[in-house]
Antibody
Framework: EVQLLESGGDFVQPGGSLRLSCTASGFTFSSHAMNWVRQAPGKGLEWVSVVGTSSDTYYGDSVEGRFTISRDNSKNTVYLQMNSLRAEDTATYYC????????????WGQGTLVTVSS | EIVMTQSPAILSVSLGERATLSCRASQSINSDLAWYQKKPDQAPRLLIYAASTRATGISSRFSGSGSGTEFTLTISSLQSEDFAVYYCQQYNKWPPWTFGQGTKVEIK
């Protein structure tokens, strides 16, 4: 069974940093691109970042230059390093798995809550 | 960036009735369209991909249609477990992958 387990969410002050982790099981991790998607309170879903199978990375405009995504295939884990956090980064962050090729996100984790506030 | 627009924002439906949700893309995305169901405190769940293909384990009550810029998700006979927020997502041109703002299906 595919499982994605996020951790690392916390309460942090504006300007602070946080690192999220997502540990995967039940599939060949190294063969799948992994994404982070977030949902702010009362808002919709927003794609944040992707790391491909070759560790190529892309970011949404709202986090470019502040967030860094990476993966460790030996640990079946994807990370999201979040720096210079802002109040508008407050959200539940979901780790998602993407089927290779032109397909959507087929599995999502339960999410981890990040709260940025003074 | 491809903008996805869903309508209506809120849909009030009685149990057993049909629900029809719409999603429009700002440019053609062929059939590269997915629908997700989101319930409070739960992970989003993939319902439909390629505009009309049900994901594994999804009830036949859910059906999708459309191509190009206009898409529809139909829930044929609403059950209590279907009340949720539904999002469409395009995966034709990325990054970024973009979502609609969601349609909340509530009990009438």
């Amino acid at each position: 069974e595919v499982q994605l387990l996020e951790s690392g969410g916390d309460f942090v002050q504006p300007g602070g940093s946080l690192r999220l982790s997502c540990t995967a099981s039940g599939f060949t991790f190294s063969s799948h691109a992994m994404n982070w998607v977030r949902q702010a309170p009362g808002k919709g879903l927003e794609w944040v970042s992707v790391v491909g199978t070759s560790s190529d990375t892309y970011y949404g405009d709202s986090v470019e230059g502040r967030f860094t995504i990476s993966r460790d295939n030996s640990k079946n884990t994807v990370y999201l390093q979040m720096n210079s956090l802002r109040a508008e980064d407050t959200a539940t962050y979901y780790c998602t798995k993407k089927v290779p090729g032109k397909f959507p996100f087929d599995r999502w984790g339960q999410g981890t809550l990040v709260t940025v506030s003074s | 960036e491809i903008v996805m627009t869903q309508s209506p924002a809120i849909l009030s439906v009685s149990l057993g009735e049909r629900a029809t949700l719409s999603c429009r893309a700002s440019q053609s995305i062929n059939s590269d369209l997915a629908w997700y169901q989101k319930k409070p405190d739960q992970a989003p769940r993939l319902l439909i991909y390629a505009a009309s293909t049900r994901a594994t384990g999804i009830s036949s009550r859910f059906s999708g249609s459309g191509s190009g810029t206009e898409f529809t998700l139909t829930i044929s006979s609403l059950q209590s477990e279907d009340f949720a927020v539904y999002y469409c997502q395009q995966y034709n041109k990325w990054p970024p992958w973009t979502f609609g703002q969601g349609t909340k299906v509530e009990i009438k």
